[in-house]
């Protein structure tokens, strides 16, 4: 764990609002040359803080128009592996996501669908499918704001 001063706050949130951002142009932005951006940049990744960039892909924009958000409870657990679970429901393209949560069900699956009509072939044919799927709930998304950045750090 390092200690984050407000100028690697200011350029963390740069990077979440963007990170195809050059260190000269983020630098710049922030009063500081591009090798020094680039040390607290490398800094930041080597802590832990930065885990990885990624680009974020639209799915609407993708023809994906429904995304549903899964509670799965397994109904076999001695019998089936969580890990077991894991992997054949990650094997799924249309699940994006595969959390392990307590409470109600032991999974939250984030699923994307053309439609109704896909999600409901995707929810048959593959995820009910599973060895060791009980109940399920679906909740679909109706919208989303996103609030990209770095936690608030006192």
Known sequence: MIDLDDTDRALL???AQDATQSAGALGRRMGLSQPATWRRIQRLEQAGIIARRQVVLDPQAMGFGVTVFLGVKLAT???ISLEDFER???AIP???TVQHVLGLFDYRLRVVARDIADFERVLRRRIMTLPGVGDVEANVLLSEERRPGPL???
């Open 13 to 15: 949130q740069a990077l």
């Open 88 to 90: 054949a429901v990650s």
């Open 152 to 154: 608030a750090t006192p």
């Open 94 to 96: 249309e699940v994006q």
């Open 77 to 79: 657990k001695g019998r």
